[in-house]
């Protein structure tokens, strides 16, 4: 059997391991035009801030890929012919398979911001190796910088700019920084934090358009309300978009909508060919769904493979979790948060005194969802907690055994204990 990845990120890596596992004897070949192996994604920022070299960004040690028997190939795809069941590559050479898996990712989302087009020079996203490429490139020639987009990209390149000492205006078309995933309460105090490390940061503020200077260089974002922000240097990071442009000009395109479209066994419409990660569009709650999160490509790259060696896959959505950082502050989020259901109660703590809080909604007497700042906290616990239908007082009650003991990072659980008895008494 000849199994064929195509791409080699954490959804395709995650393919090729388990299919490896699965069956000694197969061919397994993954390509990628972006690296030579698979690379953290998420660990990008840490790269930009010479905290770790892009070898360290390697979760997986290069030997193994040689020791498992995977080939990888660094190449770029240029056609696909389902029918003859192989793929055509820039450097000439045709790879055939019995079976394919896309697991092609995603790219940062352009907009069409009027003047952006002309803009030859100072312009990028923060999403992949090329991207890193040219924020070390441009960082070394700016003074001023302005990043647009309220999300976790957005802060991370925000904290990236502010350690190599440029003035960065943060701009969010929203009127609190990401309001997706945080409450306003919660976003307030995220947002202090970030203007604390010096970062002009702006709500409620929609880009209008971009100007060049006279070498093409990028020298001020306009916005609808009529500010400008001088700089030489645009950070995009409004959101992702499944790279899966090119496949609209191979012999053989898969039917696609915002993604590929796959069933719920990640099949797509191509006869012998999967889709998984970043780059899957499948129904959900009858509403086309694309899930571009890092454990979500893991789960289903993990998935696909199974479904590649014949094993019955129907695959659901488990309970959304994330955890990250803002600057200094953690944050760990679980379960429907960011948009509570109909009829949800929310008890809502900050910790006095500590850039720090708890929000834990309950709904028809079960806990649906929890977000936490400034503390480090177990995901998998909320998740068990929300899967087990617990109540609202149990786990207030069980706080504690979630909160990891981190030296310095643990908050005390005594006066949101206090409150909530306070508060669940006024019903």
Same mark, same amino acid.
């Given at each position: ?26 061919? @397994?070949?993954?390509?990628?035009? %972006? ?24 979760? =997986? ?8 028997? @995977? ?25 055939? =398979? ?64 502010? #350690? ?23 976003? %307030? @105090? ?38 400008? #922000? ?63 999160? !890092? =454990? ?50 929310? #008890?809502?703590?900050? #910790? ?24 480090? !906290? ?22 504690? %055994? ?17 409150? =909530?008895?306070? !508060?669940?008494?006024?019903?």
């Amino acid at each position: 059997m000849r199994y064929l990845i195509l791409g080699n990120g954490v959804a395709g890596t995650t393919a090729a391991l388990t299919l490896r596992a699965a069956d000694l004897e197969a061919e @397994i070949t993954m390509v990628s035009a %972006e690296s030579d192996y698979f690379f953290s994604r998420t660990a990008l920022m840490y790269a930009f801030m010479d905290r770790m070299s892009l070898r360290d960004l390697e979760p =997986y040690e290069r030997r193994v890929f040689a020791k498992q028997k @995977i080939r990888l190939v660094r190449d770029t795809v240029v056609d696909l012919d389902a029918t003859r069941r192989a793929l055509s590559l820039a450097s000439g050479q045709t790879l055939a =398979y019995d079976r394919l898996l896309l697991a092609v990712g995603s790219l940062g989302a352009r907009p069409d911001w009027p003047g952006l087009e002309s803009v030859r020079e100072g312009v990028s996203h923060f999403v992949t190796l090329a991207d890193l490429d040219r924020c070390e490139h441009l960082a070394r020639a700016t003074r001023e910088a302005v990043v647009v987009g309220g999300g976790l990209i957005g802060v991370e390149l925000v904290e990236c700019l502010v #350690f190599h000492r440029k003035k960065v205006t943060f701009l969010v078309r929203s009127p609190w920084y990401w309001p997706g995933a945080l409450a306003r309460e919660e976003s %307030e @105090i995220v947002s202090s934090h970030i203007r604390r490390h010096g970062v002009d940061l702006h709500g409620s503020e929609e880009v209008a358009g971009v100007q060049s200077d006279p070498g093409g260089r990028i020298r001020v974002v306009r916005t609808k309300s009529g500010a400008e #922000f001088p700089c030489q240097m645009l950070g995009i990071a409004i959101g992702v978009v499944p790279a899966v442009a090119w496949l609209q000009q191979v012999k053989t395109p898969p039917r696609m909508g915002r993604g590929i479209l796959v069933s719920p066994a990640f099949e797509t419409s191509l006869e012998n060919v999967w889709a998984a990660g970043d780059c899957a569009e499948f129904q959900h709650d009858g509403r086309p769904t694309v899930e571009q999160l !890092w =454990y979500s490509a893991k789960r289903q790259g993990e998935l696909a493979a199974r479904a590649m060696l014949g094993n019955p896959i129907h695959y659901a959505p488990p309970i959304f979790f994330n955890s990250a950082k803002f600057f200094e502050i953690e944050y760990t989020s679980a379960g429907a948060v960011g948009e509570p259901p109909a009829g949800a109660r929310t #008890f809502f703590f900050p #910790f006095p005194g500590r850039e720090a809080s708890a929000r834990i909604v309950e709904q028809a007497g079960a806990v649906v969802g929890l977000n936490m700042l400034g503390s480090r !906290w177990d995901h998998a616990l909320f998740e068990r907690w929300i899967a087990e239908r617990r109540g609202l007082s149990y786990v207030v009650e069980h706080l504690a %055994e979630a909160q990891f003991d981190v030296e310095f990072g643990r908050v005390d659980l005594a006066p949101l204990r206090s409150y =909530y008895r306070e !508060w669940s008494g006024r019903g």
